[in-house]
């Protein structure tokens, strides 16, 4: 995501840089309301400074927001119609109706399917009248590249056990032999970016 993550002295990463060029052209339109998700707090602080340097209004939920003053963070964001971005931790993965948004960035992708799922969920849900649109940042040469293919083959997983109503999955010998190779290619195949 950022240097910043690891070493608060240093802001290295060009996930908030996109972020900004991509937020100045979805709050172009007057309608448009924006949830950012991440899972790292230092992710989002980076985030409040780029917004902050904007003068955009925004709400923060993140897991050190006491429960009853969850009610008052979302009513903002539904209700002011200058408070134009959410943003959260996994803290606002489940629960929330955000339908008035329509759009979601996700900054980083959760290691789950069913997670970033949640995610998308708080925005398209009964209600929603827009069409919603998803963004998913990955940094090139990274894990999250390799990751791509493990979150493709867990939501496929997912989705054999569900619409077939089981409730075990038994992987036989080829099946778990595939399974490792995709977990291989994941953490393998991230393409090597030389430092320029």
Same mark, same amino acid.
């Given at each position: 995501?950022?240097?910043?993550?690891?070493d608060?002295?240093?802001?290295?990463g060009?996930?908030?840089?996109?972020? #900004?060029?991509?937020?100045?052209?979805?709050?172009?339109?007057?309608?448009?309301k924006?949830?950012?998700?991440?899972?790292?707090?230092?992710?989002?602080?980076?985030?409040?400074?780029?917004?902050?340097?904007?003068?955009?209004?925004?709400?923060?939920?993140h897991? *050190? =927001?006491?429960?009853?003053?969850? *009610? %008052?963070l +979302?009513?903002?964001?539904?209700?002011?119609?200058?408070?134009?971005?959410?943003?959260?931790?996994?803290?606002?993965?489940? *629960?929330?109706?955000?339908?008035?948004?329509?759009?979601?960035?996700? &900054?980083?992708?959760?290691?789950?399917?069913? =997670?970033?799922?949640?995610?998308?969920?708080?925005?398209?849900?009964?209600?929603? @009248?827009?069409?919603?649109? =998803?963004?998913?940042? +990955?940094?090139?040469?990274?894990? %999250?590249?390799?990751?791509?293919?493990? &979150?493709?083959?867990?939501?496929?997983?997912?989705s054999? +056990? &569900?619409?077939? *109503? #089981?409730? #075990? @999955?038994?992987v036989?010998?080829?099946?778990?032999?595939?399974?490792?190779?995709t977990v291989?290619?994941?953490? #393998?195949?991230?393409?090597? =970016?030389? %430092?320029?």
């Open positions: 995501d950022n240097t910043y993550l690891i608060q002295s240093k802001r290295h060009n996930k908030i840089h996109e972020l #900004e060029i991509q937020l100045q052209e979805f709050l172009e339109d007057s309608c448009t924006v949830v950012i998700f991440s899972q790292w707090i230092r992710m989002i602080e980076l985030v409040i400074a780029m917004i902050n340097a904007r003068d955009w209004k925004y709400v923060w939920l897991g *050190g =927001v006491p429960g009853n003053k969850r *009610g %008052e +979302i009513s903002r964001f539904k209700e002011d119609s200058d408070c134009r971005v959410f943003l959260s931790t996994e803290a606002g993965g489940l *629960g929330l109706n955000l339908q008035n948004a329509s759009a979601v960035i996700n &900054l980083d992708l959760p290691w789950n399917p069913a =997670v970033l799922e949640q995610r998308i969920c708080r925005v398209h849900r009964m209600g929603q @009248v827009r069409h919603v649109r =998803v963004i998913n940042f +990955i940094t090139e040469g990274s894990i %999250e590249q390799g990751m791509l293919s493990l &979150l493709k083959f867990k939501r496929s997983m997912f054999g +056990i &569900l619409d077939n *109503g #089981e409730n #075990e @999955v038994f036989g010998t080829s099946r778990f032999n595939q399974f490792i190779k291989e290619t994941a953490t #393998e195949s991230i393409p090597n =970016v030389e %430092e320029k």
